[in-house]
T-cell receptor, first 113, second 112 residues
Framework: DAGVIQSPRHEVTEMGQEVTLRCKPI?????LFWYRQTMMRGLELLIY????????DSGMPEDRFSAKMPNASFSTLKIQPSEPRDSAVYFC???????????FGPGTRLTVL | GESVGLHLPTLSVQEGDNSIINCAYS??????FIWYKQESGKGPQFIID?????DKRQGQRVTVLLNKTVKHLSLQIAATQPGDSAVYFC???????????FGKGTSLLVTP
């Protein structure tokens, strides 16, 4: 299995631009999670889906952030407009049915100038 | 609000020694705990987990201990190797949910 796939691995953009991060979960997994990691705040859960349906988005910092999961094999996290304080590493993780552990992707390092 | 925290931000051990990484949690409703290892430039990697109805669980070279009385979790690594150098995170899951609440992490440095 290829594991959780994220793209791009690195993104550098200017303030005000739209950023789209992509995730392909492990095949057969029914939960998908988006996290943000910074030195100051550590790993924070942003949103998670079950069977493509958003379950809890209380961690999404503000309306500039949105996430979608149009099918079982693809999810996006969009930031519009981006701000320098959004700079972080964004991780996607997935969980298989009836299991608790989450399998993380390699992350996308976002830098907003 | 309640949170997961770590006693030591950094830990340095000699190769071959045993390592103990500690974690304190404050939510008595948490029913599931998990340890992750994160190497530089990579995503967190699952190490071992434990449910609240257990107090000890062993894996390959790793043991997790859960003390619900004092709300304490520890990860023991036997015969620590250079490849064990990484940041280790504990996380708790609040009862009936799927969200994990992560601690800040402990950096483990294994010296030869």
């Amino acid at each position: 299995d290829a594991g959780v796939i994220q793209s791009p691995r690195h993104e550098v953009t200017e303030m005000g631009q739209e950023v789209t991060l992509r995730c392909k979960p492990i095949s057969g997994h029914d939960y998908l999670f988006w996290y943000r990691q910074t030195m100051m705040r550590g790993l924070e859960l942003l949103i998670y889906f079950n069977n493509n349906v958003p379950i809890d988005d209380s961690g999404m910092p503000e309306d500039r952030f949105s996430a979608k999961m149009p099918n079982a094999s693809f999810s996006t996290l969009k930031i519009q407009p981006s701000e320098p304080r959004d700079s972080a590493v964004y991780f996607c993780a997935s969980s298989p049915p009836l299991r608790d552990e989450q399998f993380f992707g390699p992350g996308t390092r976002l830098t907003v100038l | 609000g309640e949170s997961v925290g770590l006693h030591l931000p950094t830990l340095s051990v000699q190769e071959g020694d045993n390592s103990i990484i500690n974690c304190a949690y404050s939510n008595s409703a948490s029913d599931y705990f998990i340890w992750y290892k994160q190497e530089s430039g990579k995503g967190p990697q699952f190490i071992i987990d434990i449910r609240s109805n257990m107090d000890k669980r062993q894996g390959q070279r790793v043991t997790v201990l859960l003390n619900k009385t004092v709300k304490h979790l520890s990860l023991q690594i036997a015969a620590t190797q250079p490849g064990d150098s990484a940041v280790y995170f504990c996380a708790e899951r609040f009862n009936s949910g799927y969200a994990l609440n992560f601690g800040k992490g402990t950096s483990l440095l294994v010296t030869p």
